[in-house]
């Protein structure tokens, strides 16, 4: 596997489901980031992760919880959910901090029912 | 707060054209700026970073120009091929050392054959 892995790939869950998407960059970079996309709206930060330590929380709602166990892997995990939070949740990696270019992986498409 | 803006949201042009995206942010304080390229369902693609010191970067047939005391910026396309339909979004770094990129909504570009 090369690059940053995002899965599942699509994943459709109920409200009062819990899940969790992961995040896998192959990169050596040492920041990792969540962001969401909805539809016509520009990209959302969600999270930033610098050498394992969160930096950025962009005011999300507790029912995203993110965790980085280490510098390669980071996850998003999701519970009560509510419809309006269907998107697609991409992750992001870079070398560092400081506007180092962001690698993006596939993303996830996540469908609240 | 910093707004980016991309114009237009879409546009369609005939194979072989040579064309120009845009994109205009509010503040100039800018640490960079990013290119990325979007297909449908999918990650972003990184295709060109600016830093706020330079003027321009080009990669194969692809030219991007920042001027950054007009909140600025430019991605040439040359002799555009159906490959290159995709969403083409612009992000920018913000001075200071943050890497909370703020993007803008995006240009769709079909390139007809």
């Known amino acids: 596997e090369t690059g940053v892995t995002q899965t599942p790939r699509h994943l459709v869950m109920g409200m009062t489901n819990k899940k969790s998407l992961k995040c896998e960059q192959h990169l050596g970079h040492n920041a990792m980031y969540w962001y969401k996309q909805s539809a016509k709206k520009p990209l959302e930060l969600m ?18 919880s993110p965790e980085c166990p280490n510098s390669s892997h980071l996850f998003l995990h999701l519970h009560t959910l509510q419809p309006e939070d269907s998107a697609l949740y991409l992750c992001a990696s870079s070398q560092g901090w400081g506007g180092y270019e962001q690698f993006f992986g596939p993303g996830t498409r996540l469908t609240v029912l | 707060k910093q707004e980016v803006t991309q114009i237009p949201a879409a ?51 692809l030219n991007a120009s920042l001027d950054k005391s007009s909140g600025r910026s430019t991605l040439y396309i040359a002799a555009s091929q159906p490959g290159d339909s995709a969403t083409y979004l612009c992000a920018v770094a913000p001075q200071g050392g943050s890497e909370k990129l703020v993007f803008g909504k995006g240009t769709k570009l079909t390139v007809n054959p």
């Open chain 1, 47 to 64: 999270f930033v992760y610098n050498f394992k330590e969160q930096t950025e929380n962009n005011s999300v709602p507790s029912r995203f």
């Open chain 2, 11 to 61: 546009l369609s042009v005939p194979e072989g054209e040579n064309l120009v995206l845009n994109c205009s942010f509010t503040d100039s304080a800018i640490y960079n700026l990013q290119w990325f390229r979007q297909d449908p369902g999918k990650g972003l693609t990184s295709l060109l970073l600016i830093q706020s010191s330079q003027r321009e970067q080009t990669s194969g047939r």
